[in-house]
């Protein structure tokens, strides 16, 4: 099949393009390359450096003879969001829409989404928690990837289009930016590294699931099956604390190095663990990575890749 990776040069969406190369589709990759670069995207696929809001878009896909539309470009972070809502949704709502809108008048007929298993639901009960969990965002950007899963579930209906919604909690590994609004694995590892005082916001005891990228890109093959529908949860099920995690890193760096604990940010969730069940019972996945094992490979990656 001939893919379309929205976002492919960027840290997940390269590792999903690698993912469909390995399994013998075609990928073109769409990306902007503001915060993607091009050394991520991966050998065997072609680079089209356009903006997902360009009008341009459908004429690209028409050309291009794009059957699947997998989409992962975005503003990814909550802080920004809370600060800027506006240019949150321009980009989170208005931009996948502009996406759907092309992929139907190119004749795409399924589109894969990557949205979030944290912010949509907001803060969680009896975790972890199902895709059937209320979703009840706490920041423009939850509000904005609800909206974006609702459009497409409206596109499913009135056009045809099949739709399959991926929620991740909160993926780490190889090829993550550690600076700006990364995740923490990333943060705290460069951090580390360098021998700089890791920051924690908040008292630590917050949790999070986290999912190696691998195992998510591994999830969007499988999203191409023809029984694939609807929304699954992409996670590993199980909570840890950001002080956990930081203790975890520190061992594989070889650190003790003492956590500067900063304000909690507004936003930001207590608990996070979701359910990967539905997923594992239609698809047959699963997270094969260990969070121990995820950590060791992306510490290994890092320091690998600061040696270079």
Request: aromatic fraction near 8%; glycine fraction near 8%; charged fraction near 20%.
């Amino acid at each position: 099949m001939r893919i379309a990776v929205t976002g492919g040069a960027g840290f997940i969406g390269s590792h999903v393009a690698e993912a469909y190369l390995r399994a013998g589709h075609e990928v073109v990759v769409v990306d902007n390359l503001s915060t993607g670069c091009r050394a991520n995207v991966p050998q065997g696929a072609e680079l089209q450096v356009m903006d997902i809001a360009d009008p341009a878009l459908v004429e690209f896909l028409i050309e291009q003879r794009i059957e699947i539309v997998n989409h992962h470009a975005a503003q990814v972070s909550v802080h920004l969001s809370i600060q800027d809502p506006l240019r949150d949704a321009q980009y989170n709502v208005l931009g996948s829409l502009n996406v759907y809108e092309a992929a139907r008048r190119a004749g795409v007929r399924r589109i894969i989404v990557a949205s979030s298993g944290g912010t949509v639901y907001g803060e969680q009960q009896d975790l972890p928690v199902t895709e059937a969990h209320p979703l009840q965002p706490l920041s423009p950007y939850g509000v904005a990837k609800v909206a974006a899963e609702h459009y497409l579930r409206c596109y499913s209906r009135l056009y045809g289009i099949e739709a399959v919604v991926l929620r991740y909690t909160n993926v780490y590994g190889p090829r993550q930016n550690p600076y700006g609004e990364a995740g923490v694995v990333a943060i705290f590892t460069e951090r580390l590294l360098r021998g700089q005082t890791p920051i924690i916001y908040g008292d630590g005891e917050q949790t999070r699931d986290y999912v190696y990228v691998t195992d998510v890109a591994e999830a969007n093959v499988l999203a191409l099956q023809p029984s694939a529908c609807g929304v699954y949860n992409c996670c590993s099920g199980v909570e840890t604390s950001v002080n956990a995690l930081l203790e975890m890193l520190q061992q594989l760096v070889g650190t003790r190095l003492s956590p500067q604990y900063a304000p909690l940010r507004i936003g930001e969730l207590r608990r996070s663990a979701c359910s990967y069940a539905r997923i594992a019972c239609s698809l047959g996945w699963y997270p094969r990575t260990p969070l121990p094992e995820g950590l060791a490979r992306t510490v290994a990656a890092f320091r690998k890749c600061g040696r270079e």
